[in-house]
């Protein structure tokens, strides 16, 4: 279940709108309202999530992270590029 959980989280993460399978797509929202809660400032502790959700807070965090990196990449990418051109 993580390593489909973790290819849906990828896609999602970089904006992308995947096909989940049925079983899959409710604990997938779980995990989500879950990380948005954190996100709000809400606290949990281990024993408010079962350790599937747990692991799979910590892909989503992998996940974005990546994310993150692969478009500070294109960023500078983009910015070399740029530069070497002249700015035009």
């Not at 990546?66 to 478009?71: D, I, K, N, V």
Request: charged share 30%.
């Amino acid at each position: 279940m993580i390593g489909a959980f973790r290819e849906a989280a990828a896609s999602m993460v970089r904006g992308g709108e995947p096909e989940i399978a049925p079983g899959l797509s409710e604990f997938v929202r779980n995990v989500f309202d879950l990380d948005a809660a954190l996100a709000m400032g809400f606290t949990l502790t281990l024993a408010d999530v079962t350790p599937l959700e747990f692991r799979a807070l910590l892909v989503l965090r992998e996940e974005r992270a990546r994310a993150e990196e692969w478009q500070r990449g294109i960023e500078e990418a983009k910015a070399r590029q740029r530069q070497h051109s002249g700015g035009f």
